[in-house]
C-alpha cells in the first residue's frame, strides 16, 4: 500500500513519525504542507527521499474557504497521480469537494479530542475550559460534516496528567502506526452500518481499539 500525509503548522508528530527507525518510509507517497515554511520538515523528506509539496495561502493571496478548495484539489490531485491508497490528514483546512467522494474512507484524520464531543478548532481548549476528565485523540474518516465520521479509535488521557498540548498530541504516533499495521493487515471491517478492527481489543485502556505487539 501506499499512503500521503496532509500537515499544517510544524507537524511535529509526523516528523516524529519520520524519524522513527521502525517506520517504513518506502509507503510513503508524499507529503502534503500548507501555509507554513517548514524547512524542517522539507529537508527531513529530501533526506529520505519522500516527495514533498507545499503551499502558502498568503503568497497565493487566497481567503478562508478558497483555502479549503484550493489543498483539497491539489490533494486529490496527488493521490491521484501516484495512485495512493490512504491520506493520513493532520491538516488545518477543511477537505471539500469531489476528494471525499473519490476516496471515501481512505482520508483519516486525527483531532485532538474524544469525538463526537468537542469538534472544530482549539478542541484541547474546549475541553480544559469544561473541566472535562478525560482529554485525548480520535483517528476517524473524514467525510461531508465536520468531525463526524465513522471513528477508528481513541487514545485517552485524564486530565489530572495534562502538562501541555504535547502530551495529548504525542499520542497520535502511536495511534498512526498501530492503524497502518491494521491496513496493511487487512483488518477494517465494515459490516452492518458498523466500523471495527478484526480480532481487536477494546478493553478500557489508553488506547481504545488497544495497541497491539507488531511485529
Excluded at 523528506?45 to 483539497?72: A, D, M, R, V
Excluded at 482520508?107 to 481548549?125: C, M, R, S
Excluded at 498512526?176 to 466500523?195: M, P, T, Y
Aim: proline share 3%; charged share 20%; with cysteine.
Amino acid at each position: 500500500m501506499k499512503y500521503a500525509y496532509y500537515v499544517s503548522g510544524n507537524a511535529t508528530r509526523l516528523k516524529s513519525y519520520l524519524r522513527d527507525e521502525t517506520t517504513d518510509k518506502s509507503m510513503i507517497a508524499f507529503v502534503l504542507i500548507d501555509n507554513v515554511d517548514n524547512s524542517e520538515l522539507s529537508l527531513l523528506c529530501e533526506s529520505l527521499g519522500i516527495p514533498f509539496h507545499q503551499y502558502s495561502y498568503s503568497l497565493l493571496g487566497l481567503k478562508h474557504k478558497e483555502q479549503n478548495t484550493f489543498i483539497s484539489n491539489k490533494l486529490l490531485r496527488l493521490l491521484d497521480e501516484t495512485g495512493t491508497d490512504y491520506c493520513f490528514v493532520f491538516g488545518g483546512r477543511i477537505l471539500v469537494g469531489q476528494l471525499l467522494s473519490k476516496y471515501h474512507n481512505k482520508l483519516i484524520n486525527f483531532h485532538p479530542a474524544l469525538l463526537p464531543a468537542y469538534k472544530g478548532k482549539a478542541a484541547i481548549d474546549q475541553a480544559l475550559h469544561d473541566h472535562a476528565l478525560l482529554l485525548g485523540n480520535t483517528a476517524h474518516f473524514i467525510n461531508e460534516e465536520l468531525d463526524s465520521g465513522t471513528i477508528i479509535m481513541h487514545s485517552l488521557l485524564p486530565s489530572v496528567r495534562f502538562v501541555d498540548y504535547d502530551s495529548v498530541l504525542d499520542l497520535q504516533v502511536p495511534m498512526l502506526k498501530q492503524i497502518i499495521f491494521w491496513l496493511e493487515n487487512d483488518r477494517f471491517v465494515f459490516e452492518n452500518d458498523k466500523f471495527y478492527i478484526k480480532d481487536a481489543g477494546y478493553d478500557m485502556d489508553t488506547f481504545i481499539p488497544n495497541l497491539e505487539r507488531m511485529a
